[in-house]
């Protein structure tokens, strides 16, 4: 009984920890190209941004990658690629709630802004809630946070025709 009990707790023990490694992973899709998906440990060797928000009053500090090397990390070139035709293709960022927010890829690209834009996994040090995990879209600099996407689970580029 004993040894019985011990299995179905090594094998419920295993089911956790692989439902949250497929919790965590990202999906990237450039175009019609077949996806790529990120684990949160292919995100962890991305070197990370620490970003403090203000709101109401309260600081918050979120820390993660870099969209912009996350998205590299998948395939998707900027710099002197990112021009022509290129400049007309945007982020489809979609969250597991059906959220989606777009963002034109010269906003997160180094070579056109000094704007900052985390894909933060850790918010006050802390591994981000239930409300927002796995993964938290943050753009300090934006007035309002309408594109600030929780729960992210993909991103896709997408031309505009």
């Known amino acids: 009984m004993k040894k019985q009990f011990l299995v179905s707790a090594a094998l419920f023990l295993l089911l956790f920890c692989a439902a949250l490694a497929q919790a965590q992973q990202l999906t990237v899709q450039i175009g019609g190209e077949k996806a790529t998906v990120l684990t ?70 180094p070579a056109f802004t000094d704007k900052q834009t985390v894909l933060a996994f850790l918010k006050d040090g802390k591994p981000l809630d239930d409300k927002e995990r796995p993964y938290r879209l943050v753009i300090p600099d934006e007035k309002r946070m309408a594109r600030w996407v929780r729960q992210v689970t993909a991103l896709k580029i997408v031309d505009v025709q």
Not at 51 to 72: D, I, M, Q
């Open 40 to 109: 949160r440990a292919d995100l962890e060797v991305l070197p990370h941004v620490k970003v403090t928000t203000t709101k109401a009053g309260t600081s918050t500090v979120f820390e993660g990658v870099a969209l912009e090397a996350a998205l590299e990390k998948a395939g998707v070139q900027f710099g002197e690629s990112l021009r022509g035709k290129r400049l007309a293709s945007c982020l489809l960022v979609e969250a597991a709630d059906g959220y989606r927010a777009v963002i034109a890829l010269p906003e997160i690209d």
